[in-house]
Nanobody
Framework: QVQLAESGGGSVQAGGSLRLSCAAS????????MGWFRQAPGKEREFVAT???????YYADSVKGRFTISRDNAKNTVYLQMNSLNPEDTAVYYC????????????????WGRGTQVTVSS
């Protein structure tokens, strides 16, 4: 059984930074893709950033230049460094992973963490 566990959420003022971590454990081979999604109250879950095992990274336009995704393949761990946070970044952040080549859509991901709350105050 594969489990993903996020950590690092919290409350911060606008302009501040947080670093999220997500570790995969259990019966897992190295995920092809790991990434982050978020869901704000009353909104659908949305893509934030993903990184493939080979190092390809993708970001939502809303976070480009502010967020950085990194990954330790040996540890099956993915990180999200979030800088210049603003209140619009307030959401529950979810880690997701999938071992299959070519997974892109959030509805395709097999494995999800339980989420970590990020709250940004103005």
């Amino acid at each position: 059984q594969v489990q993903l566990a996020e950590s690092g959420g919290g409350s911060v003022q606008a302009g501040g930074s947080l670093r999220l971590s997500c570790a995969a454990s259990g019966r897992t081979s190295s995920f092809y893709v790991m990434g982050w999604f978020r869901q704000a109250p009353g909104k659908e879950r949305e893509f934030v950033a993903t990184r493939t095992r080979g190092g390809l990274t993708y970001y939502a336009d809303s976070v480009k230049g502010r967020f950085t995704i990194s990954r330790d393949n040996a540890k099956n761990t993915v990180y999200l460094q979030m800088n210049s946070l603003n209140p619009e970044d307030t959401a529950v952040y979810y880690c997701a992973g999938d071992p299959r080549l070519g997974v892109t859509d959030k509805d395709e991901y097999l494995y999800w963490g339980r989420g970590t709350q990020v709250t940004v105050s103005s």
